[in-house]
């Protein structure tokens, strides 16, 4: 949404000032919510203007500005589950984030894959192997 004109908002500041008004009364005349009108008032007191401040921006992240540190730890450790790399930041750097943290500044750098330990998945395949053996076999009887 568009912020108001300046014209508008000095015309309810002068419409409030020029006195046997409330402000309710001026929000309503002027189609817009009490509050706005308050806080008008108050920027106009305080600030002495009524121009609208910049809406919106960028949020940054947690981790914005660690770009290089983050490559280097996912070069260094490319096997490492998403909590080894936060247990390796809050040790490294005394600064500890989330999972969430993490995966998010590592989706901005697209360095993101699905990492599976050769060991797991290796020992996974193996238990697999076990127990269908002894399941399928009828030396078990």
Same mark, same amino acid.
């Given at each position: ?8 908002? =000095? ?6 000032? %020029?006195?046997?008004?409330? #402000?309710?009364? #001026?929000?309503? &005349?002027?189609?817009?919510? *009490?509050?706005?009108? %308050?806080? @008008?008032? @108050?920027?106009?007191? !305080? =600030?002495?203007?009524? *121009? ?5 921006? @960028? ?15 996912? =070069? ?10 936060? =247990?390796? $930041?809050?040790? +490294?750097? +005394?600064? $500890? #984030? ?8 590592? %989706? /901005? @750098?697209?360095?993101?894959? /699905? /990492? &599976? &330990?050769?060991?797991?998945? *290796?020992?996974? &395949? ?11 076999? /009828?030396? !078990?009887?």
């Amino acid at each position: 949404m568009k912020a108001y004109s300046i014209d508008l908002r =000095e015309k309810i500041v002068q419409a409030y000032e %020029q006195g046997d008004t409330s #402000v309710r009364k #001026v929000a309503s &005349r002027f189609g817009v919510a *009490k509050s706005f009108v %308050q806080k @008008l008032l @108050l920027m106009k007191k !305080n =600030e002495g203007h009524v *121009k609208p401040k910049p809406q919106g921006g @960028l949020m940054k992240g947690e981790l914005d500005g660690c770009e290089v540190k983050i490559a280097a730890m996912v =070069e260094k450790y490319p096997d490492a589950t998403l909590l080894e790399y936060c =247990e390796y $930041w809050g040790m +490294n750097y +005394n600064h $500890w #984030v989330s999972t969430s943290t993490m995966c998010r500044a590592l %989706q /901005k @750098l697209t360095l993101t894959l /699905k /990492k &599976r &330990r050769y060991a797991a998945a *290796k020992g996974r &395949r193996k238990e697999s192997k076990i127990s269908e053996v002894s399941i399928g076999s /009828k030396s !078990n009887r």
